[in-house]
Each structure stands twice: as structure tokens, then as C-alpha cells.
């Protein structure tokens, strides 16, 4: 099984981010759109597993949350990674405080392996996104005035593939402090 820590995000937020993300749709030619349902931000990616490794996974969640206070999170612009020809187009996030860095990085050290890439909170909204690259500069100018909303919990999940849809579900999930 492929998982990763993650924060997922309730109705509301998903409908919002939606709106975000079709605000794109008539400025990308041609691109993977994410499932509004596959809406969350990766803590740590982790990667294959075999099932009876998942009881370490849960108690490095465990270990890397404890003590954690809740911390709000507000989407703040567009952003994108170029990879060769095409992009992926995402939503920042910024948050308060320090939990949702230790805890990142806490994941990192208590999981004891997958990427070793560095926290920069983002949704994906659109892989493999072409399009007009001053459109893109215009649109990584545009500024959102979404609410903030509070993250109560991190989440252990597992990524399959489901007659060729990425599908995510949740294993495991541990309160913050409030």
C-alpha cells in the first residue's frame, strides 16, 4: 500500500477550493484536474508499505503530533511548479504558528523514510497544466479572500488507484491540541 500524512479538509473548504479551481478552467488547454474530494495538503509522503508495517506508520503519527496545538491555515494566491513543458498549479497555504512545521518535520524523522522534500503547504488543483504563461503570471497575482479555517487533525492515508482514479482514504487520524 502507498501512503502519506496529511491534513484534509472539511465540506465547506473543499466547495471553496472548488471555486478556486474552476476560476483556472478557462485558462488551462489541457491538464489532470484534482478531485475536489482529493483536496488535502501533504505532510510526509511516505510511499509503499506492506500492511503489517502500518502500526509503526500510526505511531509515528502518534509521536509527531503529540503535545501539537491546532493551528489556522488561510490560502493565500496561486502558485505553480514547471516540470518540462507543463505545470502544476496549486493553492498556497499559509499557517499560524509553528505546529504544522514541527509536526512536518517530526513525520520526517519518526516515519523514518520517504521523500525528504521540505514543508511548502500547497493544494494541487491542476497537473500537467498547459497554458499561456502571461496568463499564468497573471493568474499567480491573483490574491484570495477565502476564510481561515482551524486544522484539528493529521491524517494517515492510503493513495490507491481505482479503475484508473487516484482515490485517497483515511487510516488513521490523530487530534491536536485545542
Known amino acids: 500500500m502507498k501512503i502519506f500524512y496529511a491534513i484534509n479538509f472539511d465540506e465547506t473548504t ?3 477550493l472548488k471555486k478556486v479551481q474552476d476560476d483556472l478552467r478557462d485558462k488551462v488547454y489541457r491538464g489532470r484536474w484534482t478531485e475536489p474530494e482529493n483536496f488535502h495538503i501533504t505532510m510526509h509522503f511516505v510511499g509503499e508499505i506492506e500492511d503489517k508495517e502500518l502500526p509503526f506508520f500510526k505511531q509515528a503519527l502518534d509521536k509527531s503530533v503529540e503535545g501539537m496545538d491546532a493551528f489556522n491555515l488561510r490560502f493565500t494566491s ?13 493553492v498556497k497555504a499559509k ?6 512545521l ?10 523514518g523514510r520517504g521523500d525528504d522534500i521540505p514543508l511548502k503547504p500547497h493544494i494541487t488543483l491542476v497537473r500537467r497544466a498547459e497554458m ?3 496568463t499564468l503570471k497573471v493568474v499567480k497575482k491573483q490574491r484570495f479572500n477565502l476564510p481561515p479555517i482551524e486544522i484539528k487533525s493529521i491524517e494517515l ?8 482514479k487516484i482515490t485517497y482514504f483515511p487510516l488513521y487520524s490523530v487530534s491536536l491540541k485545542r
Open 14 to 16: 473543499m466547495l471553496n
Open 78 to 90: 496561486y502558485g505553480s511548479f514547471r516540470r518540462g513543458l507543463q505545470d502544476l498549479i496549486y
Open 95 to 100: 499557517y499560524s504558528g509553528d505546529s504544522m
Open 102 to 111: 514541527h509536526i512536518s518535520e517530526s513525520l520526517r524523522r519518526n516515519a
Open 132 to 134: 499561456n504563461h502571461k
Open 157 to 164: 492515508m492510503e493513495s490507491r488507484k481505482i479503475e484508473g
